[in-house]
């Protein structure tokens, strides 16, 4: 017995010495080793260790004589590059980091970054996806797949996840978003980051991960990328700003600032934002990145005269590492030899650079991630390809389901599957794709024809064809218009089936970095391929495959069934296909309000009221109301919201006293029933809303979250407990508390449809 309890003991000192004492020890030695290696480096080296160069070329081809090339080369092997981005293969890393280790005077290990966003070959849905989820396993085991396959590769730092909160459907990167929820977006986000790096970034199968874009990219004027923001404080720190803090939190290797201004001042050059706020008050130790190339985007903004000038900025602001703007390479050493900048600021940069090459174990083995035999086992493997029809599965969203045409049977039916969007093993690849291989994906047709049985017909034609040219790369994307050629199969096939699966969406090109749209609505022919298949055939599925929230409000008027299935990755046919044919029973909610119409935009379910709300628009017969004269204020579709093949019913929202003080917690209960007949998954949703504070609050927030799974006729209680920090938030002079007052706390099924009850916070 008395063995057994020092056992135990000594299980929870080794346990406690790891996470806690073992780590402070591990973190001591890590920073001797690094003040060691600093005091070796001359300033020419310190300045490299900044600069993050792209790769032009194979690394394990021939050199090319291209002056450039030969230029990155030479530069790598002075000790003038820290960090390499777009060096691909475990061979052709293991070459550059031969650059830098065997020919560099200290033999310093380069960072190999790559934009590893939703898988490196293994694609698993787009971020956007996965947050439908809101499940943080899925953001979890998609990063460690992300992870396994991209270390095998040689890279070991992802720039990922981007955390940008997005409310205009028109930016093209809502695609790569967590959505329009800080506190679904930190949840999200921490999970990812927790994939990438383990919880241990010496491992050589985890990669140091990177928060971007820090901050506010996601609110560009009119949806255009690149554009200006204005935003006040109280929005930055109350709906940017978390998702960051919680990354900060879970020990992310590093930040990506961003594009963006913020109050007049470029991101490079925000002291408030790197300095203050980041290095300050968070106490973050990780390193800031550049853009690509956004420390000198500081002169054409008007912050910066010159290179000295945005070199001096960013640098004294925060930004630690330069992306392909070449300004700390040509600033740096001048600054410091006039002594404008001082050398302790240099070396905090540095600093941070070289710990997270220590604790990448880049210095025991600089080869740990460029492992060729790992590379040929790991890539596509069967297990990482399990994992990503799980995650799309699990994304997938039902929208509408009248008369419960779906789910479809998979016996003795005739089905014609109908748009070139179902027949392409490509796009469901999505945007932002790594190395995945171009056409590699399961196409939702092919996704059928695995599932049904022999008796079942399946037939498939284009019906519309929606691009055309070289997809990725042309500046604007060719949206083939007026073609009809083949209309005429796909009606024939319609008449002649019992039921249409109609792909309909966007190309995977239309979104992304530097894809922003006016129209968010269904492009090409589409829609006029839509109204003809209804005139032969009602029973129509539409399987929406899109990047960012889509305006479609003829669908909804007419389409029976509809299913949101984004792009959803390598496993994507298949995974529609589990849910066409009900093996998988949908449970995705909504991310991002769908708009009726792209003047919506930016649309979000955690609005203001202001003074003017409206509640019944067409009723009120005035004009005098915060509203529009030809459409609803509200989404098509709100934030949260999904069905399922089942239904679920809300009752009996309690809470455990009508008043809280500040350091009481509340319990809210609601009991959910499945009143359908078949086993279903819900997410129940707590929404909560400070009616009156010392600025505006939001008419709703959402501070909490449960997946349950019933059976048919099963109930659950599901509790919530409510705490003075729920209640927080940044007020006027951004210190972070509760002001007193009442309260109302919702839930539900989606951010629209909850039971709602009121309490009192007390002094
Ligand atoms: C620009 C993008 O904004 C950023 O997200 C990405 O990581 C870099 N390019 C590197 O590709």
Redesign the pocket.
């Known amino acids: 017995m008395k063995s057994k309890r020092s056992l135990v003991l000594l299980v929870l000192i080794l346990t406690g010495y790891m996470n806690g004492i073992g780590a402070e020890i591990k973190n001591g030695r890590t920073a001797e080793k690094v003040d060691s290696l600093l005091s070796k480096m001359t300033l020419a080296e310190k300045i490299g260790q900044l600069n993050l160069y792209a790769g032009g070329w194979e690394f394990t081809g021939p050199v090319p004589a291209d002056a450039n090339n030969q230029q990155k080369y030479e530069m790598i092997k002075s000790g003038g590059v820290g960090a390499m981005?777009?060096v691909l293969t475990a061979d052709g890393t293991r070459e550059a980091q031969k650059l830098a280790v065997e020919n560099s005077r200290l033999g310093i290990p380069l960072l190999i970054g790559y934009?590893v966003i939703h898988g490196y070959q293994t694609m698993m849905p787009i971020p956007l996806g996965q947050a439908a989820s809101w499940e943080a396993e899925v953001a979890r085991q998609g990063a460690q797949v992300a992870a396994r396959e991209a270390s095998a590769s040689g890279v070991n730092w992802t720039?990922a996840p981007?955390m940008d909160i997005v409310r205009d459907a028109r930016w093209g990167r809502m695609m790569e978003s967590p959505g329009e929820d800080p506190y679904l977006a930190s949840y999200m986000s921490k999970a990812w980051v927790e994939g990438f790096q383990g919880g241990d970034l010496s491992n050589p199968e985890t990669i140091a991960a990177c928060a971007?874009?820090f901050a506010a990219y996601g609110f560009a004027e009119a949806g255009r990328d690149y554009n200006t923001v204005d935003i006040s404080m109280q929005t930055l720190y109350n709906m940017v700003l978390p998702p960051f803090k919680t990354a900060s939190d879970a020990g992310v290797a590093s930040f990506?600032n961003s594009?963006n201004e913020i109050g007049g001042v470029p991101a490079n050059g925000s002291e408030m934002l790197q300095r203050k706020l980041l290095k300050g008050e968070w106490n973050y130790q990780g390193f800031v990145v550049s853009?690509?190339g956004s420390i000198g985007e500081m002169i054409t903004h008007g912050y910066a005269a010159d290179t000295l000038e945005a070199g001096y900025k960013a640098l004294t602001a925060g930004s630690d590492m330069d992306?392909e703007a070449r300004v700390y390479e040509n600033s740096l050493e001048a600054l410091v030899t006039s002594e404008k900048i001082d050398m302790s600021v240099l070396d905090d940069a540095v600093r941070r650079v070289l710990t997270i090459k220590y604790d990448l174990g880049l210095f025991d083995d600089p080869y740990r991630y460029c492992d060729a035999d790992r590379e040929k086992k790991e890539l596509l493997s069967k297990e990482n390809l399990r994992i990503a029809r799980e995650a799309a599965r699990k994304s997938i969203v039902l929208l509408k389901n009248e008369n419960n045409l779906l789910p479809l049977s998979k016996k003795g039916q005739t089905i014609a599957v109908i748009g070139s969007l179902a027949g392409s093993k490509d796009v469901p690849l999505g945007s932002w794709r790594a190395q995945a291989i171009t056409n590699s994906a399961v196409s939702l047709v092919e996704g059928i024809q695995n599932a049904v049985d022999k008796k079942t017909q399946v037939t498939f034609t284009n019906g519309y064809n929606l691009t055309q040219g070289n997809r990725e790369f042309i500046r604007e994307l060719n949206i083939v218009e007026g073609d009809q050629s083949d209309f005429s199969n796909a009606i024939e096939l319609a008449k002649k089936s019992d039921v249409v699966v109609l792909a309909l969406g966007e190309d995977c090109w239309q979104s992304g970095?530097g894809r922003s749209q006016t129209d968010i609505g269904l492009k090409g022919d589409q829609m006029d391929l839509m109204y003809e298949l209804l005139k032969v055939n009602k029973n129509i599925v539409v399987t929406l495959m899109n990047g960012r929230s889509l305006a479609i409000p003829e669908l909804d008027e007419n389409i029976p069934a509809i299913l949101e299935v984004w792009h959803l990755g390598s496993e994507a046919g298949n995974a529609i296909a589990d849910v066409l044919f009900g093996d998988y029973n949908p449970s995705g909610k909504l991310p991002v309000s769908f708009p009726r119409n792209v003047g919506q935009c930016p649309i979000y379910y955690n609005h203001k009221n202001g003074g003017r709300p409206v509640t019944n628009p067409h009723d009120a017969g005035m004009v005098f109301w915060s509203h529009y004269t030809d459409s609803p204020n509200s989404p098509l579709y709100p934030f949260g919201y999904g069905l399922s093949y089942t239904s679920f019913e809300y009752s009996d929202l309690s809470i455990s006293t009508t008043e809280m003080g500040t350091s009481d917690r509340l319990t809210a209960s609601v009991k959910v029933k499945n009143t359908g007949d078949k086993t279903g998954q819900e997410t129940v949703q707590l929404y909560i809303r400070d009616y009156v504070g010392s600025v505006t609050r939001p008419v709703k927030e959402l501070k909490g979250f449960e997946k349950v799974q019933l059976e048919p006729g099963e109930e659950r209680v599901v509790k919530f407990t409510i705490s003075n920090e729920t209640l927080s938030y940044y007020r006027a002079d951004l210190s972070f508390g509760s002001e007193p007052g009442k309260f109302a706390v919702m839930i539900g099924g989606n951010s629209q449809k909850t039971l709602t009850t009121d309490f009192r916070l007390v002094d």
């Open positions: 981005l777009n934009d720039f981007m971007k874009h990506m594009f853009d690509w992306m970095e």
